[in-house]
Structure formats: structure tokens, C-alpha cells
């Protein structure tokens, strides 16, 4: 599976000093999920950060498991584990702690990464947040099916609404591109972790991995949808209102998508946040390579299109060429040119 760039919460409206007064978090006050935003509401995002992380995720949330084939079983849990494990491989006592007693979702999207870790035997309690209330709900109800011990809550990454020294663990996939301040948003993860707590982030686009993942996208998204117009591929062209609301969606992610980060980059802002035993890991090249034109076609094509034998492909492929990836082009490739980085870093006692 080739890691999404559109998990995650994003902007700020309070101090951190203020964050650390909130009382606990009391769900019943989330606001309500608001998944069909109009186009007057998309124009005004492009001027609004905030509200263009609300409409984008609400907009995404009821099929963003099926759009990003997430699911909650081994082929998922191993991907997730798989990703904390090559975040923390060589960290002091990383493994050690295993499970965390309470680890917390930042930007949790559908719950992917924390439920996934949950399950993998890496926390025993979790708690999930967001800036979209749609993504929080759904999180919120794969919990319950998976009879996991999570609580959730509407809440932005700069003023995570916890008190100080709450958390064994933090976690988040995909999500720190969306945040505004990003230093400030790992103050608070740092503030709401217990001394020697550790955060570990995976997914986040490179700079060099993000402008080759957009351009493949666009081309796929194009070619699909052109093609489709011919009379003998028709079957295969979604409904025009399906495609016209996700241009619409696609047109947000200029204004959701904040940063790329070069790994070196990405590690000093940890440190300048305060963290200690900071490292930074990338991975996905031949891999997104696939992985990207892959997810973009069937967005654009009807789901009843794809069986199992596609499926199948999809996965196959992406697995074979993570393991070149790992294997052999992550000795010869720098690591900025791979789509994905990870971080992670503790809380010094």
C-alpha cells in the first residue's frame, strides 16, 4: 500500500499553554461531520487552512478505507507494524516497552495506523484525534467493530486537547504535512507524552517523492478519465457528479497539503521541538512508482471494475518492490528521493 497523503488534522487557534488546561476531552461537543461541501464552501477554503482540512476529510471519510484499500486485518496490521518497527530499529528500549500502556492518534484519519498497532500487540489502550469530525467518527466506529479500547476526539495538533505527561506513545500517518506549525504541533506531542515517551510518525511525503507522485498522479487521472469518454469504454467512466466532486476534493489538496520535508529537515525541526534520540528513515521508491498511478485509477474508475485478480496485482506489486526498495535501491538511491519518511523521537526524562 502506498501511504496516503491525505490523513491528518492541521491548524491552530490556541497556545500551547492554553492546550495544557483543557479538561478531559468530552466528545458529545464535537461538531457534527460534514461530508458534501459546495463549491461555494471549496472557494472559500482556498483562502481558509482550517476549514479546507475540515471539508476535505468530511468529504473523504465514509470511503477513504476503501479508496486507500485500508483494512484491519493481517495484511494492514503487518504494514503498520512494519512501519514502526523499521521507525524504532536500533532505538534504545524501543521494543522493550512493547505494549505501550496508552498511545495516542494524531491526525488519526480512519484510525489506520494506531487500530493496526493496537492490534499488533504495540499499545493496549488508544485515544484518536482530528480536525475533521467525519475521520473521528469513522475512527471511532472501526474501534467498536474491532472491540478495541479507544476513545476519540475533534481536536487540533497544535493544541492537543490532553494533559502534560498523558501518553506512553504518540503516533500519526500521513499527517504532519497538514499541519501548519509543525514544530509546534511536536511541542504538544512532547508536552502530552510521559517522560520518555516516544513519538513515531510514517508517511509523510518527501519533497523529491512528492513532486514525482503528483505529476504520476495527474497524468493517470487525465489518461483515465479521457479514455473513458470513448464509446466502447463508457461502462468504465464513473457517473459525472462522482467525478466533478472529486476534482472538487482534488482542488482542496493544494490548499491541505502544507509541506514536503527532506529527512535532514524534518529531523532538526524534531530536535528544535525537543526531542532527543531523533532519527529519520525513508522508504518507497520503485514502489510508489506503481503505487501512485495504481491508487489514482481506481478513484477514477467504478469499484464493481476491480476484482480480486486486480486486487491481487495492486498488492503484489507494491510488496515485491518494497522489498527492492529495501533490498537494494535503498544502498544506492539517497534517501530523499524516496516517497515516504518516517521519524521518530523521545521525551527525555
Given at each position: ?120 500487540g504495540v499499545a493496549d489502550k ?176 467504478p469499484a464493481d471494475k476491480l ?43
Amino acid at each position: 500500500m502506498t501511504a496516503s497523503p491525505h490523513d491528518g488534522d492541521t491548524d491552530s487557534s490556541t497556545s500551547s499553554a492554553d492546550a495544557s488546561l483543557h479538561a478531559v476531552p468530552d466528545a458529545v461537543n464535537d461538531p457534527a461531520p460534514n461530508p458534501h461541501a459546495t463549491a461555494e464552501q471549496v472557494e472559500a477554503a482556498r483562502s481558509d487552512t482550517k476549514l479546507a482540512q475540515v471539508l476535505y476529510h468530511d468529504w473523504e471519510a465514509e470511503t477513504y478505507d476503501d479508496k486507500w484499500s485500508i483494512s484491519y486485518d493481517e495484511r494492514c496490521i503487518e504494514y503498520a507494524r512494519g512501519r514502526f518497527d523499521q521507525a524504532v530499529s536500533g532505538q534504545p528500549g524501543a521494543q522493550d516497552a512493547l505494549p505501550y500502556g496508552r498511545a495516542l492518534e494524531l491526525g488519526c484519519g480512519t484510525g489506520f495506523f494506531l487500530l493496526n498497532l493496537m492490534q499488533a500487540g504495540v499499545a493496549d489502550k488508544g485515544s484518536v484525534t482530528d480536525l475533521s469530525p467525519g475521520m473521528v467518527k469513522v475512527a471511532l466506529r472501526n474501534a467498536g467493530h474491532l472491540k478495541l479500547d479507544v476513545d476519540g476526539r475533534v481536536a487540533d495538533a497544535e493544541t492537543i486537547p490532553y494533559e502534560d505527561n498523558t501518553f506512553d506513545l504518540v503516533v500519526g500517518h500521513a499527517v504532519l504535512h497538514h499541519i501548519p506549525d509543525v514544530e509546534q504541533s511536536l511541542r504538544e506531542v512532547l508536552r502530552v507524552l510521559k517522560p520518555g515517551g516516544r513519538f513515531v510518525f510514517a508517511g509523510e511525503p518527501t519533497t523529491v517523492g512528492n513532486f514525482y507522485a503528483r505529476w504520476l498522479g495527474r497524468v493517470t487521472w487525465e489518461a483515465t478519465t479521457r479514455a473513458t469518454k470513448l464509446p466502447f469504454l463508457s461502462s468504465w467512466r464513473k457517473p459525472q457528479e462522482e467525478l466533478d466532486e472529486s476534482s472538487r476534493a482534488a482542488a482542496l489538496e493544494a490548499v491541505v497539503d502544507l509541506h514536503t520535508f527532506d529527512p535532514s529537515d524534518l529531523e532538526n525541526i524534531a530536535r528544535s521541538a525537543g526531542a532527543v534520540g531523533v532519527r529519520a528513515e525513508t522508504e518507497e521508491f520503485a514502489a510508489a512508482l506503481l503505487g501512485w498511478p495504481v491508487r489514482t485509477f481506481e478513484a477514477a474508475v467504478p469499484a464493481d471494475k476491480l476484482g480480486w485478480n486486480w486486487a491481487r496485482f495492486a498488492f503484489g506489486g507494491w510488496k515485491t518492490l518494497s522489498w527492492v526498495d529495501e533490498k537494494v535501491l535503498k544502498h544506492v538511491v539517497p534517501r530523499g528521493f524516496f516517497y515516504n519518511v518516517m521519524i521518530t523521537g523521545v521525551k527525555s526524562d
